[in-house]
Every structure is written in structure tokens, then in C-alpha cells.
């Protein structure tokens, strides 16, 4: 069965830090690309960020460049969503996601999502 599985969210004050981990099981995460939506109360899901699966080129939303680096861990068949400088604006549900290759999950062309762990940012 092929599973994706986040973890790492929570309640953080502005200026903290998260990192969001995402386990992949039933299949081997460097096949794909993989990335990161998330979607606030009453908007639409946004693309964050995303890293290929064959030259490691990465993707990030101008909202979040500077402030949050994507990587692979790929002995542990997981991938990760460092989170630093976080914004109240960034309080959403982050979901993890694979495509067959960057330019497929750049076009929202996913073929797996987690579940979403909650991200709250506030004082």
C-alpha cells in the first residue's frame, strides 16, 4: 500500500521554527518528485515547495523563499519541510505530495497526498 505520512506541524509563535517530515511507504521516494501544498481556512490550496527527483532542482512559493528549505532523506524514505521566520500568514494545512517529475508536480499533476498536519502560527 502506498502511504504518505506527515508529521512535524503544531501551535509556534510568530518567528519559530518547524520542520514537517514526510514518510513514504510502499514504494521508494527518490523515484518521484515530492513537495508540499498547503491550504488556509477559506482559500485555495497553494503550492509551496517541491524537489526533483533527478537533479535536485526545488521549488518554492515566493511567500516562503528565503524562510523554508525543502530536502530528501533518502535512507529514511522521507522528505522534509524546514520552517524557519514563520508568519501568522502561514497558519495552514500543509500536505505532502509525489509526482512522476518536477515539471508534472509543478502542474499539480500529483499522484499521492498525505493525510495534512495542522500549522499554526500564533502569539
Known amino acids: 500500500q502506498v502511504t504518505l505520512v506527515e508529521s512535524g506541524g503544531g501551535l509556534v509563535q510568530p518567528g519559530g521554527s518547524l520542520r514537517l517530515s514526510c514518510a513514504a511507504s510502499?514504494?521508494?521516494?527518490?523515484?518521484?518528485?515530492i513537495g508540499w501544498f498547503r491550504q488556509a481556512p477559506g482559500k485555495e490550496r497553494e503550492a509551496v515547495s517541491c524537489?526533483?527527483?533527478?537533479?535536485?532542482?526545488?521549488y518554492y512559493a515566493d511567500s516562503v523563499k528565503g524562510r523554508f528549505t525543502i530536502s530528501r532523506g533518502n535512507a529514511e524514505n522521507t522528505a522534509y519541510l524546514q520552517m524557519n521566520s514563520l508568519k501568522p500568514e502561514d497558519t495552514a494545512v500543509y500536505y505532502c505530495?509525489?509526482?512522476?517529475?518536477?515539471?508534472?508536480?509543478?502542474?499539480?499533476?500529483?499522484?499521492?497526498w498525505g493525510q495534512g498536519t495542522q500549522v499554526t502560527v500564533s502569539s
Open positions: 505530495a509525489t509526482a512522476m517529475n518536477f515539471g508534472l508536480w509543478i502542474l499539480n499533476r500529483i499522484n499521492s
Open positions: 510502499g514504494f521508494t521516494l527518490d523515484y518521484y518528485a
Open positions: 524537489i526533483s527527483n533527478t537533479d535536485g532542482s526545488t
